[in-house]
């Protein structure tokens, strides 16, 4: 019986006259990577070598390809299935991967978030309203330091305060004494506001001091943390989420533009089916570049069905500012965390009154 497969698609820039060979050396080394004369095993030849599903000229020397992979070959790895989806095509300037098929095994191996967006609302009450994020930063500080301004923000009822994502285990802010400290200068913080703001912390290293960091988050009563999938690796973050059912995670875009993925795919599929229960990306009108149709259709694939998984929490963010808050939520509607951190901390001393502002802002809006 000949094997069940799942499709990808690409974007590919070349000359018309070279289109087919293009595309037939995608479905190779995306499948088998060697002369296909070379290969004796004939249910290779028959299931595993890729094949080329279609290809469609978009003009202007584009051409969209469609390759048909064996799903056997995925297995239950995450990073296995970015390898066979991009791996070796990740190398060719002109191939970028812009869609993936879902079959539903898929959906069973990975499981996709353990909390997603309903998750992160019922922990903090918050009904049906967007939720907000800020960020402690910068990085140098001490532990002190950084500890009194995470009190500083928990004082204006924030829902999440995330360390920034270059805080990871430096000599001047080790993770073992810097989220403990986060932690309690939260934990005052929430019982003089009655809100129940979370901290999240940031994860970096290997997967042994990942997993010595997430025991520390969870001996300190946090129960939500944050990693970048493309530093520490796809297969951390389904890990966390099979393994660390309790942590809700919050997926941090960093080294995700290389501009080989479709950010829509990236973000609102393939992390989401890996396990994250939120993805961060920049907005459109911020400090980087994404359009608004690619910010609404990254927003879209997060919250689309998706063989019963859970929704992944769309958190834009990356030079957002206060004023843009109706803006933003005119754009993404309730099911959304907006994330502003520099601006915030523009207002130094007057932190706790501009986050409070923030957070009145953000609830009121659809009131």
Partial sequence: MMSARFHTTYQVRCPASEIEARAQGIAVEQSVEMPLPAIEDARVL??????????????????????????E????????????????????????????????????????????????????????RPLTATAIKPQGMAVADLAALAHRLALGGLDFIKDDHSLADQ?????????PAIAEAVRRATAATGHPTRYVPMLSGDWGRMQAQLGLARDCGIDTVMMAPMLSGVASLQAIAREWPEMAVLAHPSMSGAGQIAPDLLFGTLFRLWGADSV????????????????ARLFARALAPLHGLRVSLPTPAGGME????PELLDFFGRDVMLLIGGSLLLARERIPLEGAAFQRAVENYFA
């Avoid at 002109?94 to 898929?106: G, T």
């Avoid at 961060?280 to 910010?295: D, E, N, Q």
């Avoid at 206060?322 to 808050?325: F, G, I, M, Q, T």
């Fill in 46 to 71: 028959a299931d595993i070598v890729g094949q080329v599903a279609g290809i469609a000229d978009l003009g202007d020397g584009g051409f969209e390809v469609k390759i048909a992979l064996a799903i």
């Fill in 73 to 128: 070959t995925v297995g239950a790895d995450a990073g296995q299935m970015l390898n066979m989806i991009l791996g070796n095509s990740s190398m060719h300037a002109c191939v970028s991967l812009v869609d993936v098929e879902i079959p539903p095994v898929f959906a069973d191996v990975f499981g996709g978030p353990r909390h997603g967006l309903e998750g992160l609302r019922a922990r903090l009450g918050a009904g049906r």
């Fill in 171 to 179: 000599a001047f802010s080790p993770f073992a004494l810097r989220v």
């Fill in 280 to 295: 961060i990306f920049a907005h459109h009108g911020g400090r980087f570049g994404l359009s608004a149709a690619m910010c």
């Fill in 322 to 325: 206060l004023a843009r808050v």
